[in-house]
């Protein structure tokens, strides 16, 4: 499965930004997508993840208040919403794939994207 990461760039603190993943190459019709992020010098975290089966949804507690994530199937898209961003958001951004459930951690994941930078400052 091939992973499109797209929606990333430079925003003020307190901003919003909504990334994007679309995946092409499906083979099966459901299937769970993550977004992850690493910022420089860290290892990679976590965000939330959802299952196209049903919608469910999962969040890093870090992560739950701020990040909203979303689903589009008749588009092959998974959204990300980040609220009130902050500089610490600053992170390459990244959408995985697994024809399973959900899941909040990244061996559990088989394909991923690129990724796409976001960076956070005045």
């Known amino acids: 499965v091939h992973l499109v990461e797209s929606g990333g760039g430079l925003v003020q603190p307190g901003g919003s930004l909504k990334l994007s993943c679309v995946a092409s190459g499906l083979t099966q019709a459901y299937y769970a997508i993550g977004w992850f992020r690493q910022a420089p010098g860290k290892e990679r975290e976590a965000i939330s993840c959802?299952?196209?089966?049903?919608?469910?949804?999962d969040y890093a507690d870090s992560m739950k208040g701020r990040f909203t994530i979303s689903r589009d199937n008749a588009q092959n898209t998974v959204y990300l919403q980040i609220d009130s961003l902050k500089p610490e958001d600053t992170a390459v951004y990244y959408c995985?794939?697994?024809?399973?459930?959900?899941?909040?951690?990244?061996?559990?994941?088989?394909?991923w994207g690129q990724g796409t930078q976001v960076t956070v400052s005045s």
């Open positions: 959802i299952s196209t089966y049903d919608g469910s949804t």
């Open positions: 995985a794939y697994v024809p399973q459930a959900c899941g909040l951690f990244d061996a559990w994941y088989d394909d």
